[in-house]
């Protein structure tokens, strides 16, 4: 099991090979455990990512489950959801005060969510 992840890499947590965590049940379980009442979860077709975790148009996790011949990677990052905000926060100021008042929180929360949920963990 390895998260680790920073500014400008996602996180990654390898699991043992589990075919059954596929995408939508990943999506699933973070609905029910994560974002109950929080955050709003949904598919999304960005490249690199299976769905979203949404706090707000400039907070989010994207979410993407790989699966390879002996592993299992739930890969995520923070980003901001709204392809607006992307366009005017993606310069090195926004993203610095973004990742330190709003994304490594919220990627903190999440990895203990990982942590915590048997579906996730190694």
Same mark, same amino acid.
């Given at each position: 099991m390895s998260d680790g992840g920073?500014?400008?890499? $996602?996180?990654? $947590?390898?699991?043992?090979? $589990?075919?059954?965590l596929t995408a939508e049940k990943a999506m699933k379980a973070v609905e029910e455990g994560f974002a109950v009442g929080k955050y709003k979860v949904y598919p999304t077709k960005l490249v690199g990512a299976d769905f979203v975790v949404r706090k707000s148009a400039w907070t989010g996790i994207a979410v993407k489950i790989k699966q390879s011949h002996d592993k299992t990677t739930v890969i995520y990052n923070p980003f901001s959801p709204s392809a607006g905000a992307r366009l005017v926060a993606y310069s090195l100021l926004p993203i610095l005060i973004l990742n330190s008042k709003s994304w490594k929180p919220m990627r903190a929360e999440f990895r203990e969510f990982l942590d915590r949920t048997p579906i996730f963990r190694p």
């Open positions: 920073g500014l400008f890499t $996602r996180s990654k $947590r390898v699991l043992p090979k $589990r075919p059954e």
